[in-house]
C-alpha cells in the first residue's frame, strides 16, 4: 500500500537503505543516493522532451487548421525519435577562426542551466530535489546563467550575424529579468519565504493566482520572454535574421539549443504551476503523494498548452515594441503592484483570510484596470501623433510636387 | 568545521591576485577584471568574519552581512560605470590598451 | 577531513587557478569566462560558509550581470591584432613582487590575532539570519540609512553609464 501511494519516495527510501546496508560511511551513502537522484531527474527530463516535442507539433498542426505529424507510427508519436536519429546522425561543421571552447561549451551551458532548474522544484509533497531555503531566488539565478550560454554561442561562431542575434537576444533576456524578479516577489511577500516548497506550502488554502492575478500575468508575460518564445522570438525568427545565435550550429550542437528550449518552456510552466498554482497540491495529496505529483502535471500541461497557444497564434513583437512593453509597462505596473500588496498586506493583517484574498484580489484588478487605460489613452495619443506626422508629411510631399512643377 | 584561517588566507590570496591582473595588465576592462576579483575576496573576508562573530554572539548577527550586501551594491555600480567609460574611451581613441590614453600626459 | 572541507577545498582551488588564468590569459574572451569561473567557485565557497542567500544573489549579480556586462564589453573593445600581442605592462614584475608582499603582510598580521585558528562550527538557523539581515536593512536604528544611500548610487551609476555610453556621434549629426 505504501508503495502504490507513494513510489517515488519509497524507491527513494529503498536505495538509501541499501546503500546503507552496503556498509560505506553516512556521508558517502548520501552523496551517492544524491548523485543518483540528479542522474534520474536530469535523464527523465531529457527524455521527457521527446514527449513534448510531439505535443506541441501536432498541437501547433491543428491551430493551423491541419494535422501535424501524422506519419511515422500512430498519430505520429515517433517523429521527434526520427528527428533525433537525423540529428544524431549529422556532421558537425565548425566554422573557420571559431573559438573551439566557447563554441563547444555554449550547448552544454544552455541545456545544464535549464536542467539545474528542476533540483529545487517540489514534484509532490515527499519528493523534492535539494530544498534550499532561498529556492526562488536560484531559479532565477540559474535563469541568468542560461543567457551566458548564447552570448557564449553568438561569440563562438565567428559570424556578425550570430553575434548579432545574441546581443539582442541577451538584451531581451536582461531586460525580462527585472519583471521576472519584482512580480516573483509577490508570492514571496504572501507566503512569508523564499523557499519553493515553502511557497507550496502556504498555498494550502488559497492558491496565489486567485490573490494575485496581476503578478501571475506578469511573471507569465516576463517568462515567455525569459525562454525566447512567441511572441518574444525575434531572436530565432526563423524567417528573418537568418536564425540568430545558433546559424553556424549543426547536429548534436544544435540539436542541444533545441532540446534546451522546448524543456526551457516546460520548465517555465512547472514554475508557474508550482508558485502560482499551488504545485502538487490538490484533494488527497497529502495522504496519496503520487497524487500530488500527478495534479502538478496536469496543472503544467494546461500552462504548457496556454504557452503553445500563444506561440501559435500571435505574431512576432518589434524590438522596440518589446523594450516599451518591458520598460514602460511591466516594470512600473510590478514595483506599484509590490507597493499596493504591501500596503494592503499590512492593512488586513488581523482579518480572516476571506478578506484577506479579497483585498488583494481587488488591488491587483483595479492596477490592471488602470494599466490597461493608461495603455489606451497612450494609443490613442500615438495614433493621434502619426497621423498628424502622416499629414504633416503630405502636405510637405504635394506643395513640393507643385515647386518642382512636376 | 573549517577553521577561519583557511578562509582568511583563501581571500588574502585572491586579492593578491586581483591587485596583480589590476595592476600588471595592459587592457581596460582587464583592470576591471582584476577589481572584481579584489572585491570578491573582500566578500568572503567579510562573510568569514561575520560567521565567526555569529557563533560568538548567541542572538543573530547581522552587521557583516549588511557590510557584504553595501560591497555587492557598490561593485554592480562601480563596474557599471567603469565599463561604460572603457568603451566610451574606446570610441574616443579606438584603443582600449591604457598606456596609449595618454592625452592628458605632460 | 569531513566533506564541508572537501568542497572548500575544491572550490578554493578551482577559484584560485582560475583566478591565475583571469590574470594571465591571452585572449579577454578566455580571461572574462575564467572570471565566470572564479565567481562561481567564490558563490560555492559562500554556501560553505552557510549563506546561502549570499551565494545565489553572487550568481545573479555577479555572474548573471557582470560578467555579461564584462563579456559585453570585451566584445564591443576589440581591436584586430589586440588578441596576439603582449597582454602585460613592463611592470608586471613589480607588481608582482608588490601583490607578494601584500600577502605576506596580510597573513602575517591575521596570523598574530588571537581567533585565527578557531573553528567555524554550524550555525543554529539560517533563516532567522535572513529575516534578521531584511530587519536590520529597514530600522531606523539598523542600517537604513547605508541602504537609501545605496539606492541612490545605484540610480546616480545607472543614469551616469547611460550618459556616459550614449553615442556623440548621433547627437551631433541630429
Redesign the interface.
Given at each position: 500500500m505504501d508503495f502504490l501511494r507513494d513510489p517515488i519516495g519509497f524507491v527513494i527510501q529503498w536505495y538509501v537503505f541499501w546503500l546503507g546496508g552496503l556498509g560505506l560511511p553516512a556521508v558517502w551513502v548520501e552523496l551517492i543516493a544524491q548523485l543518483t537522484g540528479a542522474l534520474v531527474l536530469a535523464t527523465g527530463a531529457m527524455l521527457f522532451v521527446v514527449f513534448l516535442i510531439w505535443y506541441e507539433r501536432k498541437l501547433i498542426g491543428r491551430i493551423q487548421d491541419r494535422f501535424g505529424p501524422n506519419r511515422v507510427g500512430p498519430w505520429g508519436i515517433f517523429q521527434p525519435v526520427a528527428d533525433m536519429l537525423k540529428i544524431f546522425t549529422k556532421e558537425y561543421i565548425t566554422p573557420i577562426g571559431a573559438d573551439k571552447i566557447t563554441y563547444n561549451l555554449a550547448p552544454i551551458l544552455a541545456v545544464a542551466a535549464v536542467l539545474l532548474l528542476w533540483s529545487v522544484l517540489p514534484l509532490s509533497v515527499t519528493v523534492v530535489g535539494a530544498d534550499l531555503n532561498v529556492g526562488l531566488l536560484f531559479l532565477i539565478a540559474v535563469g541568468g546563467l542560461g543567457e551566458m550560454s548564447y552570448i557564449l554561442a553568438g561569440w563562438g561562431s565567428n559570424n556578425k550575424y550570430a553575434l548579432l542575434g545574441a546581443f539582442r537576444l541577451v538584451a531581451q533576456l536582461i531586460s525580462y529579468e527585472v519583471p521576472l524578479v519584482l512580480s516573483a516577489l509577490v508570492p514571496v511577500m504572501l507566503a512569508g519565504t523564499l523557499s519553493v516548497t515553502g511557497i507550496v506550502q502556504a498555498q494550502e488554502d488559497v492558491w496565489f493566482i486567485v490573490a494575485a492575478p496581476a503578478a501571475a500575468l506578469i511573471f507569465f508575460i516576463a517568462s515567455l520572454a525569459e525562454i525566447g518564445r512567441s511572441p518574444f522570438d525575434l531572436i530565432e525568427a526563423e524567417s528573418e535574421l537568418v536564425a540568430g545565435y545558433n546559424i553556424e550550429y549543426s547536429g548534436l550542437k544544435f540539436g542541444m539549443f533545441f532540446v534546451a528550449e522546448f524543456l526551457h518552456a516546460f520548465t517555465v510552466s512547472l514554475i508557474f504551476a508550482t508558485v502560482f498554482l499551488g504545485g502538487w497540491r490538490g484533494p488527497g495529496a497529502e495522504q496519496i503523494p503520487i497524487l500530488g505529483f500527478v495534479y502538478l502535471m496536469l496543472k503544467t500541461f494546461v500552462v504548457y498548452f496556454v504557452t503553445i497557444l500563444f506561440r501559435g497564434t500571435l505574431p512576432r513583437f518589434r524590438i522596440d515594441q518589446m523594450m516599451n512593453l518591458n520598460w514602460k509597462v511591466l516594470t512600473p505596473l510590478s514595483l506599484a503592484l509590490i507597493m499596493a500588496m504591501a500596503v494592503v498586506g499590512g492593512l488586513t493583517r488581523g482579518l480572516p483570510l476571506f478578506w484577506q484574498v479579497l483585498a488583494y484580489l481587488l488591488v491587483n484588478l483595479l492596477l490592471l484596470a488602470v494599466t490597461d487605460q493608461l495603455m489606451r489613452i497612450n494609443q490613442r495619443k500615438r495614433a493621434r501623433f502619426n497621423l498628424a506626422m502622416e499629414m504633416g508629411r503630405g502636405i510637405l510631399t504635394t506643395s513640393t510636387k507643385h515647386g518642382t512643377g512636376e | 568545521?573549517?577553521?577561519?584561517?583557511?578562509?582568511?588566507?583563501?581571500s588574502?590570496?585572491?586579492?593578491?591576485?586581483?591587485?596583480?591582473?589590476a595592476?600588471?595588465?595592459?587592457?581596460?576592462?582587464?583592470i576591471?577584471?582584476?577589481i572584481?576579483?579584489m572585491l570578491?575576496a573582500v566578500?568572503?573576508n567579510l562573510?568569514?568574519f561575520?560567521?565567526?562573530y555569529?557563533?560568538i554572539h548567541s542572538r543573530?548577527y547581522?552587521?557583516g552581512?549588511?557590510f557584504?550586501?553595501?560591497v555587492?551594491?557598490?561593485?554592480?555600480?562601480?563596474?557599471?560605470?567603469g565599463?561604460?567609460?572603457?568603451?566610451?574611451a574606446?570610441?574616443r581613441r579606438?584603443?582600449?590598451?591604457v598606456?596609449e590614453l595618454t592625452l592628458l600626459k605632460g | 577531513m569531513?566533506g564541508?572541507?572537501v568542497v572548500?577545498l575544491l572550490a578554493?582551488l578551482v577559484?584560485?587557478f582560475s583566478?591565475?588564468m583571469?590574470?594571465s590569459a591571452r585572449r579577454?574572451m578566455h580571461?572574462?569566462l575564467w572570471?565566470v569561473l572564479?565567481?562561481m567557485g567564490?558563490a560555492v565557497?559562500?554556501v560553505?560558509?552557510?549563506?546561502s542567500f549570499?551565494a545565489v544573489?553572487?550568481i545573479l549579480?555577479?555572474v548573471g550581470?557582470?560578467a555579461i556586462?564584462?563579456i559585453?564589453?570585451?566584445m564591443?573593445?576589440r581591436?584586430v591584432m589586440?588578441d596576439h600581442g603582449?597582454?602585460?605592462?613592463p611592470?608586471?614584475r613589480a607588481?608582482?613582487l608588490?601583490?607578494?608582499l601584500?600577502?605576506a603582510v596580510?597573513?602575517g598580521f591575521?596570523?598574530l590575532w588571537q581567533?585565527?585558528?578557531?573553528?567555524?562550527?554550524e550555525?543554529p538557523s539560517d533563516s532567522?539570519?535572513l529575516?534578521?539581515?531584511g530587519k536590520?536593512?529597514v530600522s531606523p536604528q539598523?542600517?537604513v540609512l547605508?541602504f537609501e544611500l545605496?539606492s541612490v548610487?545605484?540610480v546616480?551609476?545607472?543614469i551616469?553609464?547611460?550618459t556616459?555610453?550614449v553615442?556623440r556621434k548621433e547627437e551631433q549629426s541630429r
Open positions: - | 568545521m573549517i577553521p577561519i584561517a583557511w578562509y582568511l588566507i583563501f588574502a590570496a585572491l586579492f593578491c591576485i586581483g591587485l596583480f591582473g595592476l600588471a595588465r595592459k587592457n581596460a576592462v582587464a576591471l577584471m582584476g572584481e576579483l570578491n566578500n568572503v562573510i568569514a561575520w560567521h565567526y555569529a557563533q543573530p547581522v552587521h552581512l549588511a557584504t550586501t553595501m555587492f551594491v557598490v561593485a554592480a555600480a562601480e563596474v557599471a560605470v565599463l561604460a567609460l572603457v568603451i566610451s574606446y570610441r579606438q584603443t582600449p590598451v598606456d | 569531513n564541508l572541507q572548500f578554493a577559484s584560485l583566478a591565475v583571469v590574470v579577454m580571461a572574462a572570471l572564479t565567481l567564490v565557497i559562500f560553505t560558509l552557510q549563506s549570499f544573489v553572487q549579480v555577479y550581470a557582470i556586462l564584462i559585453f564589453s570585451v564591443l573593445t581591436r589586440e603582449d597582454q602585460i605592462l611592470g608586471w607588481a608582482a608588490v601583490a607578494v601584500v600577502f596580510l597573513v591575521l596570523a581567533g585565527f585558528t578557531t573553528l567555524l562550527v550555525l532567522d539570519n529575516l534578521e539581515l536590520a536593512l539598523g542600517y547605508p545605496a548610487l545605484l546616480a551609476a545607472l551616469g553609464a547611460t556616459i555610453a553615442d
